[in-house]
């Protein structure tokens, strides 16, 4: 690229990935799975570039996004949750919460498809939203135990343990014996952080 075209490019930023440099939107993995995934958004979320739910929207079919409020249930994640083809499960991890392999087993015996909610905020945020959504006090949840750290590096003080969203979702295919679309969000969440910090500084990747 040259230097001509940098400029131009830094000037105008991808209107779907936000990268001015290093679109990554044609890196965008597709997934084959069919599992439903709900990711419950903070507002904060929405103006973070750093945010990785939005990936989950492209990627895998059955994902959808929900706003959450401090104020109203989310009506449009409560018919989901009432989808009689679907066993709901919070992600979110408590002194009652199971393993998520044991809620894949639950689903199965009862013959249903497991259908995720995915808290997507800060730690600090998703704890908030977990404890001021009274609407959600009914739906089981379920712990992750990842099989490695995070490798997520783009936000700043980030507790240990805490994987971002993208993994989440990786740790649950995972889990659920869908290794290739696992592998497939890990390897574009590791291409994505390269190329993000090189877009950053100012730099092609």
Known sequence: MSLDSVSQASNCACPKCGLRLNCVCQNIPTLDSDMPLSLLMHENEYLRETNTGKWL????????????????????LVARISNSEYLSFLVYPSEESIPLDVALETAKQHGKSAHFIVLDGT??????MERKSPWLDDVPRV?????????YQLRRNQSEGHLCTLEVASEILA????????EKLNHFLAHFS???????SGHVY
Do not use: M
């Open 57 to 76: 929207l492209e990627a895998l079919p059955l994902c959808q996004e929900f706003k959450w409020s401090r104020v109203d249930e989310n009506r449009s």
């Open 194 to 200: 390269k190329v993000y910090q090189a877009d950053k």
């Open 123 to 128: 730690w600090q945020e998703a704890k908030k």
């Open 175 to 182: 889990i659920s014996g869908n290794l290739s679309d696992a």
């Open 143 to 151: 712990h992750l135990t990842p099989s490695q750290v995070s490798n």
